[in-house]
């Protein structure tokens, strides 16, 4: 007979910077395919906290141990100090459905709204809405360098509908499914996380755009096909490594959406080398500390 009282969740916390929120809420909700709390940002830091099914000891060694190594590797990639983590067991069977109460539609862009599956939402008629649920690293869509990328997203395909589109590091498809709403004709999306491309996938057929987003874990330098227009919001270092593979794919006149990217040192450097790599600079978004970039690719002979 099974203990009803038995840890159920594993419930893992901690204090993280606002620059990291992001990343941290990204990573938590793609290894728990739960649900993430997310607490107001006092002091520049948020209390953050995941959710993961368990079923013995073995889970939670398991579950923390690989999710301090993701968390300290992302920590080094900005060069800061990772925070202590706190776990505590819940045996509330409910508190997979209870929580639900948090997450309401909002809109996220004007014109687009983000909504969870069990909330009936009356569209307006110049709306676009995407269904997503917090299983699937709901919290995505709130974070600065995501609205900054679905703006210049929206700018790029309402000036010219119909473009062919590779979204990189796609998570849960949201910038992928996106660009369809916003007139796309294609749509790759891809990620190197074999999980994050399960979430894509299922995102995409939630909102009926299997048709037109294809998610795989491909990695970048395997591609071939070439694109009218690439986004990727990852983090800096990484988007600095992609910049050739970025200037390969894209198809003369091309443009790139870069975010993730951090006011003044960050913006510049890359800036810098893609100006080097064959590219320049259509527009530039900021939102808190946060910079949106938007280049175009020349057909000029690549000097980097």
Known sequence: MSDVNAPKWLRIDLDCPEALLEPVTDLLGILSGSGVEQRPVKNGKSRISGFFAIN?????????????????????????KMPELTTSFMADQDWATSWQQFFKPFTIIPGLVIKPGWEDYEQA??????EMDPGMAFGTGKHASTRLALQLL?????EQPGKTVLDVGTGTGILAMAACLFGAHKVIAIDNDPEAVTVCTANTANNDLAGTISCS???????????????ANIIYNVLVAMLPDFYRLLNSGGQLILAGILEEEQQDNIMHLAV???F????????DEWSGILLVKHPATDVG
Not at 125 to 130: G, K, L, M, N, S
Not at 217 to 231: P, Q, S, Y
Not at 280 to 287: N, V
């Open 154 to 158: 929206h700018s790029c395909l309402q």
């Open 276 to 278: 080097k790599k064959g």
């Open 56 to 80: 013995d000891q073995e889970d939670h060694t398991v579950i923390l141990t690989r999710l301090q190594e993701e968390l300290a590797a992302l920590f080094a990639i900005y060069d800061v």
């Open 125 to 130: 008629e110049d709306e676009q809405v995407i």
């Open 217 to 231: 874990a491909t990695a970048l330098e395997d591609i071939t096909e070439t694109f009218d227009l690439i986004c």
């Open 280 to 287: 320049s600079t259509q527009k530039i978004l900021h939102e």
